[in-house]
């Protein structure tokens, strides 16, 4: 408890240099005042007070005003601490220290299960790896917990903040023992934001995502430079993912995914719906593109990456270029040999639908890409060697 305290001591005096030095003189001796004052009462409660007063780095100066504040009042909590300075001390606690103080009482559990203190955990971790449709999922998931959470308290209730014990050690791997008699409230009583959170971060929420290169380190080769829709879970002890794949007949499952590998679906379309392409008017060579193939019909889709290539009749001039024109647009796939029948598809501009056979596969709709951050995502799954 001793340490758990100093480190909060440590961690008040940097947020006082930050967040108070900017505000002049006056508020750095008004801070520093209820600062030593709230120190020195709480600690006065506890057990190890002459230690705390004790320690190496404690000046004369701080140690007499710690003792004349003890002598005087008595019954300080953290909660007698201005909310301004709990507020500036929330927001710059991790996910594990707001986890922590949520499980002393019920007034900090409160407070730091508040949203706008989870949405900045949230959008730095998870922001480019949720979309909307992982929400949309999300949203389902509580509705169906919701459900199963009645039919159980109709038959038990539970230790509510063995919950947060559980929580902390499997993603910190920390315990610290039955501090408070406290009782912690369930899931629904959590903020929405909190819960979500937790959720991803001990894998009990599956949430849709994006796979590139789909099974290629098991050796599957021919996946390469693809992209497929699968439910994802997410590992804080390997920092991984696994990932279940909708496929014919059985679901597949690929584990110790890194995070380099996923991304948020970039439409809205399901796997075994063809798009809607909006971009063919616009395609012209060397544009980047998108399309979706798969095997056979009764397969999902996956997103391949392809450029838009001269077609026969053109010299390949940039000049003299009247591909743009053409009802007719060529797609290359350059992770192919030149020769290969994976190398190049023809498609039509005007009434393209789902074109293919069993042999060479399906094509079906095609997003243009317009951003480079996509682009270069794509440049860097280049392989090294052409495949056959």
């Not at 499980?103 to 949720?130: F, M, N, Q």
């Not at 899931?187 to 099974?215: C, H």
């Amino acid at each position: 408890m001793l340490v758990f305290l100093i480190s909060c001591l440590s961690f008040i005096l940097l947020v006082s240099k930050s967040f108070f030095k900017p505000m002049g003189g006056f508020s750095n001796v008004w801070f520093s005042e209820e600062l030593v004052k709230f120190l020195a009462l709480w600690f006065s409660k506890g057990r190890n007070a002459i230690s705390f007063l004790n320690l190496p780095l404690m000046t004369d100066h701080v140690k007499s005003k710690l003792e004349n504040v003890v002598e005087k009042e008595e019954g300080v909590s953290l909660l007698d601490l201005p909310d301004l300075t709990l507020e500036c001390i929330f927001e710059r606690l991790p996910p594990n220290g707001l986890c922590n103080m949520a499980a002393v009482c019920s007034s900090l559990r409160e407070k730091c299960t508040s949203d706008h203190l989870w949405e900045k955990h949230i959008k730095e971790k998870w922001g480019e790896l949720i979309g909307s449709a992982a929400y949309k999922e999300w949203q389902c998931y509580v509705v169906s917990r919701n459900k199963a959470s009645i039919l159980e308290k109709s038959r038990t209730k539970r230790d509510l903040y063995g919950e947060f014990s559980k929580i902390r050690k499997l993603l910190w791997n920390r315990s610290k023992g039955n501090e408070d008699d406290s009782k912690i409230g369930n899931s629904s009583e959590m903020s929405s934001i909190m819960d979500w959170y937790l959720s991803l971060e001990t894998g009990k929420f599956w949430f849709p995502a994006q796979v590139f290169n789909r099974e290629v380190q098991n050796g599957h080769a021919g996946f390469m430079l693809s992209c497929y829709d699968a439910e994802v879970s997410y590992d804080c002890r390997t920092n991984t993912f696994s990932a279940r794949y909708p496929s014919y007949g059985r679901r597949m499952i690929e584990d110790d995914i890194e995070w380099n590998r996923l991304r948020a679906p970039t439409v809205d379309t399901l796997p075994y719906v063809l798009h809607v392409s909006d971009c063919l008017d616009d395609l012209k060579p060397d544009d980047h593109i998108e399309i979706q193939w798969r095997k056979s019909k009764e397969f999902a889709y996956g997103w391949w990456y392809g450029v838009v290539g001269h077609l026969e009749s053109c010299s390949g001039s940039k000049l003299n270029c009247h591909c743009h024109a053409s009802e007719t647009v060529l797609l290359e796939f350059k992770q192919y040999t030149p020769g290969s029948r994976w190398r190049q598809t023809v498609i039509n501009r005007k009434d393209h639908r789902e074109v293919g056979n069993e042999g060479d596969g399906f094509y079906g709709g095609i997003r243009k890409l317009y951003s480079d951050k996509e682009i270069s995502l794509w440049n860097r799954l280049l392989p090294n060697n052409t495949l056959e």
